[in-house]
């Protein structure tokens, strides 16, 4: 009798060893899953702020021509 309680505690520690490991391995699967997830939204939010920032950019150059623009010829009617 007390060998077979031996190898029960045996069979349960190794049961509960691999429910571990198992668990282990799918957290770690979860989380890779996860930070794949996340560094997709960032490229996408990367890419559209890069977007707005060059359309602000080409504004700005634009007001800048015009401005300059302007200026000389205000000049040449003076």
């Known amino acids: 009798m007390p060998n077979d309680d031996l190898g029960l ?13 198992l668990a282990a391995v799918g957290l770690t ?8 997830w996340s560094q997709e939204i960032a490229e996408r939010i990367d890419l559209r702020l890069r977007r ?3 359309d ?19 000049s040449l009617l003076r």
């Open 29 to 36: 699967w979860m989380i890779m899953r996860q930070n794949l």
């Open 9 to 21: 505690l045996i069979t349960l520690n190794i049961c509960l060893t691999l429910m571990v490991l």
């Open 52 to 54: 707005q920032y060059a």
């Open 56 to 74: 602000i950019d080409r504004e700005l150059q634009e007001i800048i021509r015009n401005a300059w623009g302007k200026r000389f010829l205000t």
